[in-house]
């Protein structure tokens, strides 16, 4: 199969590896739409966030969608032609947190394109377990940025139980943070875009942020919009230390901070100031619920709006070498909103 592969540090290949079998509970699916990631860039710069295999040792990708092409001989709740999007969590399926639907927390997790072959190739083989039907209303490409980008914002709205009216602050508005722009707003809330780039904060004002704010002044415009209060809830999707002192800052008193960036990985945070003094809830946010999936699908038709839900994807690639060079690069570089791959 045609897939793509890391070569080295930000180098990337269209390469034909060796076709895997298929085992009772696995499914085949060829892949219609797979969309590039923050966490992707990982494997690009050869220091993988998520497992122990060295970069370019499977295919990247973990947030595919695409047809049942074939289905192992213990599989019944799939056949040939469902339309599926791929959770990329794979687990043991019978620890306490494979049972509430966290595979991800699972101690045997296998994630897709990190641990195991991922979605950025022409077919993938993956656990039954791992599918998730898309309704007829959705296409592959909304399926594809609906798993770890839509449905993981949604979870981290849940997390932080964002209701209409709040005011929600969300720091960092690449595609993780437009995300969250759309599910904020649609649930509702009054909602402040942050980022060091203008240019983000126009995508966001066109996703329906209400307020934006570059963030060397956010601390200030927060106070003054919300009358020295500060907002409701905070997602923060950048990881950057300076962006994780700010959602402390920003956030008011019995606030909630939802984490979801991982790029910088420390904080700086006054105990005592910060959490206990203004009694703050600081969840980490990753990946959502797989019963959460109907749901999310739900509110991403009803409440988001299936063409306002796409507008987060800005380019799309075919699976070939330039093509996906370009793509990596220019994602690098924080030229685009969701990159998708079609094979
Ligand atoms: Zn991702
Ligand atoms: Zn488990």
């Given at each position: ?64 969608a ?17 339309r599926v ?10 620890c ?13 997790m ?25 309704p ?17 914002l ?16 969300i720091?960092?508005?690449g ?28 995508s ?13 002044e ?19 999707c950048?990881?950057?230390t ?44 990753w990946?959502?619920?797989m ?25 799309k ?7 996906v ?5 220019l994602?690098?570089?924080k ?5 998708i791959?079609?094979?």
């Open positions: 199969m045609k897939g793509i592969k890391i070569i080295g540090p930000k180098q990337v290949d269209v390469v034909d590896w060796p076709d895997p079998s298929l085992s009772s509970k696995e499914v085949k699916v060829r892949i219609k739409a797979s969309a590039l990631c923050r966490s992707d860039l990982s494997i690009y710069y050869m220091k993988p966030v998520v497992g122990k295999l060295p970069p370019g040792a499977v295919v990247p990708g973990h947030e595919p695409g047809v049942i092409e074939e289905v192992g001989s213990a599989v019944d709740e799939f056949k040939k032609g469902d999007a791929i959770s990329c969590f794979d687990g043991c399926g019978k306490y947190y494979c049972k509430i639907g966290q595979p991800n927390l699972c101690y045997d296998k994630c897709l394109g990190f641990d195991r072959h991922g979605g950025d190739a022409e077919t993938l083989i993956t656990p039954a377990a791992t599918c998730l039907k898309i007829d209303e959705m296409s592959f490409n909304l399926a594809a940025v609906s798993t770890d980008a839509i449905g993981n949604y979870n981290s709205m849940e997390e932080i139980r964002v209701r209409a009216n709040d005011r929600v602050a720091i960092g508005v595609p993780m943070g437009l995300s969250g722009v759309l599910c904020a707003k649609a649930l509702g809330a009054e909602v402040i875009a942050i980022d060091l780039e203008t240019s983000r904060l126009e966001a004002l066109v996703l329906g942020a209400d307020h934006v704010f570059i963030s060397q956010a601390e200030e415009g927060v106070k003054k919009l919300t009358n020295g209060w500060g907002v409701d809830g905070v997602v923060e950048s990881g950057a300076p962006a994780i002192s700010l959602a402390f800052q920003i956030v008011k008193k019995l606030g909630r901070i939802s984490q979801i960036g991982v790029e910088g990985g420390l904080a700086e945070i006054n105990i005592m100031n910060q959490i206990l003094g203004k009694k703050i809830t600081y969840i980490g946010s990946y959502f619920r019963w959460e999936w109907d749901r999310i699908c739900d509110f991403i038709i009803k409440k988001i709006g299936v063409e306002n839900a796409e507008k987060i994807i800005s380019h690639y075919p699976l070939e070498r330039d093509a060079r370009e793509a990596w690069q994602f690098d570089e030229k685009t909103d969701k990159v791959f079609i094979p």
